[in-house]
């Protein structure tokens, strides 16, 4: 009995950590698809043009993309001719959510950097893990501020991805002077689908889930939850006290 208890109390630990394997796995292939997501967008907005002078209706577009410096995205015309006389390259989108979207992006990057380093720590040097409680306690620690950032992180991008949508859609017509002009009309014709952005926010809080969930494994195999347990991984018999 006092041997099958000892041998309950060694794998124990062996098996939690092949959990956090599993669950890093998971937050590593997550953490790809929210930087490839959102680090790989590009997109444009169109609207049509017509005014008096020019009775055909003229098509302009501005394109934009990662990392979103809309105030930097300015609109081109067909064959780069002036549309009702308007030099319409000197019209930018409005806003720069850049801060926002690389900090997303750059931690995720990280956190894919992290879960290859916590690969290796956990297949090539498992034992190491099991019986460092500086390992584990570091571990810990980083999950906890991983889970934190993700949700952070997470959510500044969402909130950039709203106002984006906001700036490249039908606001722009009333947003841009020329439009405001006498004699001038314009009207908001398409944007790219944002559809991979939303993608990008969804994995971000799936990453957060994951990370979190992550924590309690982590956290099972720390100090705090199990002590050291000298006296009972030797059958429960203490050590002799002295003669």
């Avoid at 990662?66 to 064959?79: D, G, I, K, V, W």
């Avoid at 991984?233 to 203490?238: A, F, N, V």
Wanted: charged share 15%; net charge neutral; proline share 4%.
């Amino acid at each position: 009995m006092e041997h099958y208890s000892a041998i309950k109390t060694n794998e124990m630990p062996l098996t939690v950590t092949w959990i956090d394997l599993k669950i890093v796995i998971l937050s590593e292939i997550a953490s790809i698809f929210a930087f490839a997501t959102c680090g790989g967008f590009k997109g444009k907005t169109e609207i049509l043009v017509s005014c008096v002078k020019e009775p055909e209706n003229k098509t302009i577009t501005a394109a934009f993309g990662y990392p979103f410096r809309l105030n930097e995205a300015s609109f081109q015309t067909p064959q780069d001719v002036t549309v009702c006389g308007i030099d319409w390259k000197k019209y930018v989108l409005i806003g720069d959510y850049s801060s926002s979207a690389q900090f997303y992006v750059t931690f995720a990057v990280f956190v894919f950097l992290y879960c290859i380093a916590a690969l290796l720590l956990y297949v090539g040097y498992t034992n190491l893990y099991r019986d460092s409680r500086k390992l584990t306690m570091t571990d810990f620690v980083i999950t906890i501020v991983v889970t934190f950032l993700w949700l952070v992180s997470t959510s500044a991008w969402a909130k950039a991805l709203t106002d984006i949508k906001s700036a490249t859609g039908s606001n722009i017509v009333q947003e841009l002077k020329p439009c405001n002009i006498q004699g001038v009309v314009c009207q908001f014709v398409s944007v790219t689908s944002m559809g991979s952005l939303n993608v990008s926010v969804i994995f971000g809080f799936l990453n957060m889930i994951l990370w979190g969930g992550n924590a309690w494994f982590v956290y099972k195999e720390t100090s705090f939850h199990s002590p050291s347990n000298t006296s009972t991984s030797q059958g429960g018999i203490p050590p002799p006290t002295g003669i």
